[in-house]
Nanobody, 121 residues
Framework: QVQLVESGGGLVQPGGSLRLSCAAS????????IGWFRQAPGKEREGVSY??????AYAGSVKGRFTISRDNAKNTVYLQMNSLKPEDTAVYYC????????????????WGQGTQVTVSS
């Protein structure tokens, strides 16, 4: 059974850091692109970052603050989030698709259940 499980969300003050994890089971990440997306209340889900075949991409709003990485041995992808801002508050989702990464939501075949990130003082 294919499954993606996110973890690592929580409440953090502005300027703080969090590391999200996306653990895959039922398939290996080697041939898959993994994307991180987020959805704030009342807003559409948007792409944050993706990694595939060693290449990475970031949304302009997080570039320089977030870093995506993968550990194929652990079948896990991470999103290190630094210098967090209140506008980063959202539910963060990871998703998987075979082939190259993209910020197009419908291109992804598998989705996790999401983890809440709240940035507030």
């Amino acid at each position: 059974q294919v499954q993606l499980v996110e973890s690592g969300g929580g409440l953090v003050q502005p300027g703080g850091s969090l590391r999200l994890s996306c653990a895959a089971s039922g398939f290996t990440l080697d041939y898959y692109a993994i994307g991180w997306f987020r959805q704030a209340p009342g807003k559409e889900r948007e792409g944050v970052s993706y990694i595939s075949d060693g290449s990475t991409a970031y949304a302009g709003s997080v570039k320089g603050r977030f870093t995506i990485s993968r550990d194929n041995a652990k079948n896990t992808v991470y999103l290190q989030m630094n210098s967090l801002k209140p506008e980063d508050t959202a539910v963060y989702y990871c998703a998987a698709r075979r082939g190259r990464g993209t910020f197009t939501l419908i291109a992804y075949d598998y989705w996790g259940q999401g983890t809440q990130v709240t940035v507030s003082s």
